[in-house]
């Protein structure tokens, strides 16, 4: 929705519909999607979280949207990439970064959001071919589609355990409550 105000114009964004906004809301400590910078987006789906970080990124900054469902692609490339410069539609599975690795330059951050088991792996994977030395990545992990008969702490204790052995710090994990149930976003960093 675009909200008027005089010559300024603004779009709402909504945490029951972006894990980023939700976990904006949830205090995230800090944000690593700031302009000029490059982003890989595992998990694009139709792009409306990918809408507001081309809004970050402006105009200096890319964002590399990664989705293998092609209605949804479909969707992303008709709203969203047909009038932004900065958005580029890989349609592909984020289990095999090495199939779009000449489409990606390296990336200050990854955003990854998909709904499949084996989420932090997925991550640390496409960090090992795309992300700077020094970058950093926010994971959406949505317990149920990794294991829905572990209890959700269990699960993101998992995952985030499976990025420290990656060679990921983390620096801050945010649960999404009341927006996205048994999800939690983490903020991780390569140094």
């Not at 410069?85 to 990854?110: F, G, Q």
Request: with cysteine; aromatic share 6%; net charge negative.
């Amino acid at each position: 929705m675009l909200i008027k105000d005089d010559d300024t114009e603004y779009r709402t964004w909504d945490a029951h519909r972006s894990k980023l906004a939700a976990a904006i809301l949830r205090n995230l400590d800090s944000l690593p999607i700031q302009l000029g910078k490059n982003v890989l987006y595992l998990g694009a789906a139709s792009g409306t979280t990918a809408s507001h970080v081309s809004d970050i990124l402006d105009e200096q900054g890319r964002v590399y949207c990664v989705e293998f469902a092609q209605r949804s692609m479909r969707e992303l490339i008709d709203t969203l990439c047909a009038h932004r410069n900065n958005v580029y539609p890989i349609l592909a599975d984020a289990r095999l970064p090495e199939k779009y690795r000449t489409l990606v330059t390296p990336v200050d951050v990854i955003y990854c959001d998909i709904a499949q088991p084996e989420q932090a792996k997925i991550l640390a994977d496409n960090a090992d071919l795309f992300l700077k030395p020094s970058g950093s990545a926010l994971i959406a992990i949505k317990s149920r589609s990794v294991d829905v008969t572990m209890d959700p702490s269990d699960v993101f204790k998992q995952e985030t355990g499976i990025l420290k052995k990656r060679g990921f710090t983390v620096r801050q994990s945010v649960r999404l409550e009341p927006y996205e149930r048994d999800h939690a976003l983490v903020h991780v960093t390569r140094e």
